[in-house]
């Protein structure tokens, strides 16, 4: 089913590292580019001369050219993930959702925020995040 940039929840985690909680701090507002792959492993075969692969690890960025986020707080956290040297603080979790309910989450590193501020314009902000570990099905 096709999906639109709200179906994605940014998330921070406002709690503790033992006792964590996670709010939601904005969502995509325009564009939403996925882009998945996967290593492939050659395997050796002397007898044909057409390669074989497996699949190896994959890999995933989730990429918001405009990322809605309402309040200044939230954007703070934003920062702070950003920022961070500690790997508990600068995870991320990305909810997918479908009518308001979550399907699937999983943790995200930001490795790209670009901002724009435009005079007389709102200010937007673009976001890239890598994905950490596998996606968690609810």
Same mark, same amino acid.
């Given at each position: 089913m096709p999906r639109d940039g709200r179906d994605y929840l940014i998330k921070v985690n406002t709690g503790t590292v033992g006792v964590p909680v996670w709010t939601a701090i904005g969502y995509q507002s325009g564009s939403l580019s996925r882009d998945r792959s996967k290593d492939m492993i050659p395997l050796p075969n002397k007898v044909i001369k057409d390669k074989e692969y497996l699949g190896g690890e994959r890999d995933e960025t989730l990429a918001l050219d405009l990322l809605y986020v309402p309040d200044d707080a939230g954007y703070a956290a934003l920062e702070t993930a950003y920022e961070s040297d500690d790997p508990d603080t600068e995870k991320i979790q990305i909810c997918e959702s479908e009518d308001g309910t979550d399907l699937r989450w999983a943790y995200f590193l930001i490795s790209n925020i670009? +901002? *724009?501020?435009? !005079?007389? +314009? *709102? *200010?937007?902000? =673009?976001?890239?995040?890598? !994905? =950490? %570990? %596998?996606?968690t099905t609810l």
């Open positions: 670009s +901002e *724009a501020k435009p !005079r007389n +314009e *709102a *200010a937007t902000v =673009s976001v890239t995040f890598q !994905r =950490s %570990g %596998g996606w």
